[in-house]
């Protein structure tokens, strides 16, 4: 059997470029979304985008091609996260935010841009809106009627949270 594997007097051996030809080209993938927080629970289907530019930072969590069903930002000269719910509501909610253990309510009133929802300025400080950043974790945020919106956390929210704390004046 070992016979099988060597090379036979009649073969000339590969050279090195040879052999570098015959390797498969490397492809990147990217990582998988994730479809169910740890406990196994669906997520509002998207991805997580994060940005910064001259204006601030954002983290937007959105379906390919549609509007983001929630996004947090921090405008440059803000010390407050601002967080954006895709939401129908013309009247002010009370909605309540799980994350990493902790749950929080969070007064949102409707947005001038009715494409956005419902907003509201939170605390950058607040430990439950650093869970957020998080790395493998989930958080959700339950509407009055009940109805739970569950989002995977990500690292990069930490640049948003980070944009609003480090502002200078």
């Not at 959105?62 to 983001?68: C, D, F, I, K, M």
């Not at 974790?137 to 009940?146: I, K, M």
Request: proline share 9%; hydrophobic share 40%; with cysteine.
């Amino acid at each position: 059997m070992l016979m099988a594997c060597n090379q036979s007097a009649d073969e000339p051996a590969a050279t090195p470029q040879q052999a570098e030809a015959a390797a498969p080209a490397p492809v990147l993938t990217t990582a998988p979304t994730p479809t169910a927080a740890p406990d196994g629970t669906a997520l509002v289907a998207g991805v997580w985008a994060i940005s910064e530019d001259g204006e601030g930072a954002r983290a937007l969590y959105a379906e390919e091609g549609l509007s983001p069903s929630l996004q947090l930002e921090c405008p440059r000269g803000a010390f407050a996260v601002t967080l954006f719910v895709a939401n129908g509501a013309t009247e002010p909610q009370s909605w309540r935010l799980d994350a990493g253990g902790e749950a929080a309510r969070i007064d949102l009133a409707p947005t001038t841009q009715p494409a956005q929802g419902l907003s509201a300025a939170v605390d950058q400080g607040l430990g439950i809106i650093n869970a957020l950043g998080a790395d493998g974790q989930s958080f959700t945020l339950t509407a009055p009627d009940g109805q739970r919106l569950q989002f995977p956390t990500n690292p990069g929210i930490r640049r948003v949270i980070d944009a609003c704390r480090f502002v200078t004046h």
